[in-house]
């Protein structure tokens, strides 16, 4: 009465990977769901260093069932061996640490590379906790820092971006030796601020020559260690305009006073050279009768003191005094020296 259609049962279907297995093994979920199908329970119950191990043996390409049952089932220490081969020193204390989630398998084979590299796997064996970051990191240092693992641990990785251009630049400009031997001072810096300010340091070539030798009371500031001891002495952002007096574009002068202070002047398309500013230490106003100490010494050097060629230009418009007003000299000056 009832026909049955003739035919064999239907083929069941994987499961796949469960939200929990994505979750601790990553980019190796695929592969860990076909070596212990759903519900995964003898992966995702495994010690992280466990699962680690497993996700790293994939990253090698060690994909045999037999073997990763030893890697969650036998001692550590013969079941490192069994999945990297000859491991190097510290990997068995760095699984231990490197969180609850899976790597990707570039991390995985970058920090093998790093754990037999003496100086940076003494840095990482340190660490309370391996991360994937900083491994990164460590590996994009520019290639004669690749060492400075404790650079690696402050840096961000726009920090270490930062400083492969400035590498490159260097070796752009000076060549691989000179690059090279930079590198590797930076690598010995206590810190990434001290590393920062000697990267700076070598970027930025000597002041050119100043425009004027300068007067009994204006010295010039002829080098980028001259720079920086006035700016620790007026306590002001000197060191931060060596690039301005590389580039020829400014050049600077110590007022010798009483009271003393620092003269900046700029190179002008009308005057030639022309005052930009004057501070006393802390960035202080010029006191008035000083401003015109100055002002007499800087016209002997033929330095202009007044309004720039660039607001002059503008001046020179049918405009002026109708869409905007010409500043008054007085206020000019005023602010040439810090009012």
Aim: charged letters at 25%.
């Amino acid at each position: 009465m009832f026909n049955r259609t003739q035919g064999t049962a239907p083929a069941l279907v994987r499961a796949g990977p469960t939200s929990l297995l994505t979750l601790v093994a990553g980019d190796f979920a695929s592969a860990v769901d076909r070596l212990w199908p759903a519900p995964h329970t003898a992966f995702v119950t495994a010690p992280a260093a466990r699962r680690h191990l497993v996700c790293l043996a994939l990253a090698l390409g060690r994909r045999d069932p037999a073997l990763h049952e030893r890697l969650l089932g036998e001692r550590l220490r013969r079941a490192i061996p069994a999945a990297v081969g000859e491991a190097p020193a510290g990997l068995e204390r760095a699984l231990g640490r490197m969180g609850e989630v899976a790597w990707s398998a570039e991390d995985y084979r970058v920090l093998l590379r790093l754990l037999a590299a003496p100086r940076a796997a003494k840095a990482l064996r340190h660490a309370a906790v391996v991360e994937a970051g900083v491994v990164r990191r460590l590996a994009a240092l520019p290639e004669p820092m690749g060492e400075a693992a404790h650079l690696a641990l402050e840096l961000t990785e726009d920090g270490v971006g930062a400083l492969r251009e400035a590498y490159g630049a260097l070796r752009l400009r000076s060549g691989e030796a000179a690059a090279t031997a930079a590198a590797a001072r930076w690598a010995r810096t206590g810190s990434a601020r001290a590393m920062f300010e000697a990267v700076r340091d070598d970027l930025s070539p000597e002041p050119l020559a100043p425009p004027h030798p300068g007067t009994p009371r204006l010295r010039p500031l002829g080098s980028k260690a001259e720079l920086r001891a006035v700016a620790r002495r007026f306590r002001n952002c000197l060191a931060d305009r060596v690039p301005h007096a590389a580039t020829g574009w400014s050049a600077y002068y110590l007022w010798e006073g009483p009271p003393a202070g620092v003269v900046e002047v700029t190179r002008d398309h009308i005057f030639g050279w022309r005052l930009e500013e004057a501070r006393l230490a802390d960035n202080a106003a010029v006191p008035e009768p000083v401003r015109d100490a100055i002002a007499g010494e800087l016209a002997l050097m033929g330095v202009h003191v007044g309004r720039s060629g660039w607001e002059l230009d503008r001046a020179l418009s049918v405009d002026v005094g109708r869409t905007y007003a010409l500043r008054p000299a007085e206020e000019v000056m005023a602010e040439a020296f810090g009012d």
